[in-house]
């Protein structure tokens, strides 16, 4: 189970890193989009991770990783997200 837990932490590790380096407007598309983006990131993560391995590590990374994407998302939607998504620019600190 452990070992399920650190293979969903690098998965959604990578998949953060993916999402910096998306352009700006798909990266509003995103955070506009949380029920479809939770969705899709769900299905691609027990995909990948099943076709590896397809054992109980795998799902439990799956389910850990997803777990982690849909917490995310709701976390960016405070204040300094909103902004973003709605000017394109985040607000001045």
Wanted: charged share 15%; proline share 2%; glycine share 12%.
């Amino acid at each position: 189970m452990v070992e399920g837990a650190i293979l969903g932490l690098m998965t959604f590790g990578s998949m953060l890193l993916t999402f910096w380096k998306l352009p700006g407007r798909l990266q509003r598309w995103i955070l506009r989009h949380k029920l479809l983006t939770d969705a899709g990131a769900g299905v691609l993560v027990f995909l990948v991770l099943g076709a590896i391995s397809k054992s109980i590590v795998a799902i439990v990374g799956a389910i850990t990783a997803s777990l982690l994407v849909g917490v995310t998302l709701e976390v960016a939607g405070g204040k300094n997200a909103k902004q973003l998504v709605r000017t394109g620019q985040p607000t001045s600190s």
